[in-house]
């Protein structure tokens, strides 16, 4: 079983349970996907990734094999370098700040830092929006 956030056209938010990613993409492709508080087929996976974090046992997701791996690294790269360029760092303080900037007790503003998995259940479940930070080496 796998935990998505989805989000309607109508800007709905809510978790649902699919059997697997494969099971997802096909009831999606075939149009079954509806909001579940609205009916709206145009239903997406929210931009944030809880897939990761919801994953058991300390599993992450990963991929391989694309024909364009060179270029989506590149890309990685460059989104990290712009985050970590742009953004404050931290540190282990990054679930502590992320809640803090939600709830509008910080100025909004980019952080980056570390979390451990268990506070990335809690900003996920609190519906903090987050993404992961690729960590991609500079000459690879
Ligand atoms: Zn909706």
């Not at 712009?82 to 809640?99: C, I, L, Q």
Request: charged share 30%.
């Amino acid at each position: 079983m796998i935990q998505y956030s989805l989000h309607c056209s109508k800007g709905h938010t809510y978790d649902a349970w699919f059997k697997s990613a494969a099971a997802f993409d096909d009831q999606q492709a075939r149009g079954i996907v509806t909001c579940a508080m609205c009916g709206d087929p145009e239903v997406e996976k929210a931009p944030m990734a809880p897939a990761v974090a919801r994953t058991d046992q300390g599993k992450v997701s990963l991929s391989a094999g694309q024909p364009d791996a060179a270029k989506l690294r590149q890309l990685l790269r460059a989104y990290r370098q712009k985050v970590v360029s742009e953004a404050e760092y931290v540190g282990d303080r990054f679930a502590e700040e992320a809640r803090k900037i939600h709830f509008e007790e910080a100025e909004a503003r980019g952080i980056y830092g570390e979390a451990t998995r268990d506070d990335v259940v809690a900003l996920v479940e609190e519906g903090i929006e987050f993404l992961p930070l690729p960590d991609i080496a500079d000459d690879n």
